[in-house]
């Protein structure tokens, strides 16, 4: 596609539910990153792919937090036992390469309540 | 990465040139100087990035000290639309992740 699409643009979930958060990066990018950022900070890193794998998860909070990319193209961030701490726009970026720059979706509001 | 410090704020009249500074004392030989600006309840967007020389696109000119040690991104002509936080991030080319910072929340004023 055109852009990174992310779905849902938005969703309101209850404490201690299961959501996923799905990405479709930009065809032809093999780079693909979460990011999460909370109201009045810059995006934090949650985890790079390279292709099928997952090259560095090191900005997971926790075992709660999981992240899947199967085929090298869609990436679907998965979190378990939701917490109102989850609460926060999600970002998904894809990029051809290392170097370039990345391009970002609109991202997901998530609201754990 | 090296880290970088930017101002919080910065206003600029609309159609003048907005100079966004950026200081990255630390930043070692291999790393580039990147910028992204983020709108309001919008992903970050790539503006432009640069390792020693200056450079220019669409959208903006980047301008790096001959030390390496600072750098001024250059809206040329800044319009309301361009009101967005600025991100200056140093990274290592062949880096997986951009740390973002604060950043510098500049308003564009009519």
């Known amino acids: 596609g055109a852009g990174v699409s992310q779905t849902p643009s938005n969703k309101v979930t209850e404490k201690g539910k299961y959501v996923e958060l799905r990405c479709d990066p930009i065809?032809?990018?093999?780079?693909l990153y979460w990011y999460r950022q909370s109201l009045g900070q810059g995006p934090e890193f949650l985890i790079y792919?390279?292709?099928?794998?997952?090259?560095?998860d090191s900005g997971l909070p926790n075992d709660r937090f999981f992240a899947v990319r199967p085929e090298g193209s869609v990436s679907t961030l998965k979190i378990q036992r939701t917490e109102r701490g989850d609460s926060a726009m999600y970002l998904c970026?894809?990029?051809?390469?290392?170097?370039?720059?990345?391009?970002f979706g609109s991202g997901t509001r998530l609201t754990v309540v | 990465d090296a880290k970088t410090t930017q101002p919080t704020s910065m206003d600029c009249a609309e159609g003048r040139a907005a100079n966004l500074p950026c200081n990255h004392s630390?930043?070692?030989?291999?790393?580039?100087v990147y910028w992204y600006r983020q709108i309001h309840s919008q992903g970050p967007q790539y503006i432009i990035h640069?390792?020693?020389n200056n450079e220019t696109n669409e959208m903006a000119s980047l301008i790096i000290t001959e030390d390496r040690k600072s750098s001024t991104l250059i809206l040329p002509h800044a319009t309301l639309r361009d009101t967005a936080v600025y991100y200056c991030?140093?990274?290592?080319?062949?880096?997986?992740?951009?740390?973002f910072g604060s950043g510098t929340q500049l308003t564009v004023l009519p």
């Open positions: 630390t930043i070692s030989g291999n790393e580039y």
């Open positions: 792919f390279q292709g099928t794998g997952a090259a560095d």
């Open positions: 970026a894809s990029s051809r390469d290392r170097e370039g720059g990345y391009t």
């Open positions: 640069g390792l020693k």
């Open positions: 991030i140093v990274r290592v080319a062949t880096g997986r992740q951009l740390t």
């Open positions: 065809s032809g990018h093999t780079a």
